[in-house]
């Protein structure tokens, strides 16, 4: 099989690693600089901590106007405001939406047409022009945004993306100093997130042997570190090493894909303004316990990984393993959790089934009837 790597064009990571933002913008001598952020930053002093310094050589204008699980409208105002503002440059700091939309401001800006038009399942146009330098800097240990071409935006019952190659980061900054301030929720929301994106790389029949060592150490990280960070968001060793877990797992996510835990967490988000993290969170057990005859030796790798010791388990282990996960980090592990009722899994259903750019990668195929299951699982638990 012939397989094909992309990566941003230049990545630092490593603590302090954000002083080399002024490096490349010394290079770059940009006239206008869009930063792309959200309020709460703004109100925690993060963003004038991080980034006040630029406001002495540049001009700067600042865009909050950021929502969690962005909306279609959301991502067509910024657009709009980023084509009007003449920018030369975009800068997108704060967890996977502002840097989703960063990726949209520099380059849907930059063409005709409107964000609708280039929407993986609706849209009829083709980008044509690759827009302005994106600089993308994550504060959370979760969404990988910072090294995909991916865009994520909410429709009315389900998600959908704009994604090529021009949505890539010029520069990719992961600085794990910049997550200490992420509250415990948050961290285990995110860091399951980045779990999720390396286990199902992992398992992706996308996979290749570049992206399998991506992913494994992803894992390691992120299984050594998740709880440690949970517990304590001063531990510097534990937020560095799920910061280059989560970096790691992007890359693996990115080149080989997510599958089914996506597919079916979009309509969640989309439908109950579930965050994203969360989403995952709360199907990744009963999606493995679902995919695991079909994936039975690299899931066992994954769970000897995330315990550290190995042994064969039963698709009814591998569940209980990933729920005995979630649950420890304190994050909801039922659909009946979030009060999302038992009705709505037909439309759920209905609403993940469209994700076929998703579905196709699962190393078991998932129609109706095994999405129907998995949420029904999802909403009674381990009941």
Known sequence: ?????????????????????????????????????????????????????????????????VEPEPSLACAERLAAYAREGGFDCVIGLGGGSALDLAKIAAVISQNEGDTADYLNLTGTRKLKTRGVPKILIPTTSGTGSEVTDIAVVSLEGTKDVVTHDFLLADIAIVDPQLTLSVPKRITAATGIDALTHAVEAFLSVNANEATDALAIKAVELIGGSLMNAVDNGEDREARTAMSYGSYLAGLAFFNAGVAGVHALAYPLGSQ???????????????????????????????????????????????????YKLVESVGLPTTLKEYGIPESSLSSLTEDAIKQKRLLARSPKPL???????????AFNGLD
């Open 1 to 65: 099989m012939i397989s094909t790597l992309r990566f941003p064009k230049q990545s630092y990571t490593g603590w302090g690693s954000i002083a080399k933002l002024f490096e490349e913008l010394e290079d770059m001598k940009p006239s206008r600089i869009l930063v792309v952020t959200d309020q709460t930053l703004v109100k925690i002093g993060l963003v004038h901590q991080y980034l006040s310094p630029l406001n002495e050589q540049y001009d700067v204008s600042l865009y909050t106007d």
């Open 367 to 377: 129609g109706k009837d095994e999405i129907y299951q998995i949420y029904q699982m």
């Open 272 to 322: 109950f303004k579930l965050p994203h993290g969360e989403s995952n969170a709360v199907l990744l057990p009963y999606v493995m316990k679902t995919i695991s005859p079909s994936c039975r030796n690299k899931l066992n790798r994954v769970c000897n990984i995330l315990t550290n010791h190995g042994e064969e388990r039963t698709e009814d282990e591998i569940l209980t393993l990933f």
